[in-house]
């Protein structure tokens, strides 16, 4: 059980330089604008938060929970989420900055990438069947024994995905982004 319980509150413009965020449990709790730079946010939970315009990059969430947790328009650099804790783990992502963020072997189903920048993200061994990646830039993110069983790519680009070293299965693909799939095979479409 966690000391500081925090319910439906809305938090604006947290900044480390003048406060830090307590460790808890947020329920319900709106962040807008916040600082969370270079933090860390470590062993915290947030249950059906929503952050806003919030900075991220190079956050340490080693053992943090998201569950039902969304993120818009936030800048999200080199946040390693493999480390987070796994249980009940669900999130959320809309017009973000997702840029080297590692999902290394991490367990995702059903998240939701919505007009993000995801280059260089790694994606290694992660389970991300049934997500939707609609309108991202996945340039030269690592697909590398993953599942993206059911997920829907059709309107994502710069990606290059080896079908032969992930699990595709019902995956779905536009005929404008097949060269994607075929990048390996050193084959010339025109």
């Not at 999130?91 to 072997?105: A, E, I, R, V």
């Not at 290694?124 to 939707?132: C, P």
């Amino acid at each position: 059980m966690f000391e500081h319980h925090f319910y439906n509150e809305h938090f604006k413009k947290i900044d480390p330089t003048v406060s830090k965020i307590q460790k808890g449990e947020y329920d319900s709790c709106t962040f807008e604008n916040c600082n969370f730079e270079n933090m860390h946010i470590s062993n915290i939970q947030f249950i059906e938060c929503e952050f806003i315009d919030c900075n991220f990059s190079n956050s340490i969430v080693k053992d943090t929970s998201f569950k039902d947790v969304n993120f818009t328009n936030c800048k999200m650099i080199g946040v390693k989420f493999h480390e987070c804790n796994p249980f009940l783990l669900q999130f959320s992502f809309t017009d973000c900055q997702l840029n080297f963020s590692s999902f290394y072997q991490l367990k995702a189903p059903n998240t939701i990438f919505k007009k993000c920048n995801l280059e260089e993200a790694d994606f290694t061994e992660a389970i991300v069947n049934n997500s939707v990646f609609e309108n991202c830039d996945l340039k030269n993110a690592i697909f590398e024994d993953s599942n993206l069983e059911k997920s829907d790519f059709r309107t994502s680009y710069h990606f290059t995905i080896h079908p032969e070293k992930n699990r595709l299965k019902n995956a779905k693909f536009s005929k404008e982004n097949l060269l994607g799939l075929l990048t390996n095979y050193k084959i010339i479409v025109e």
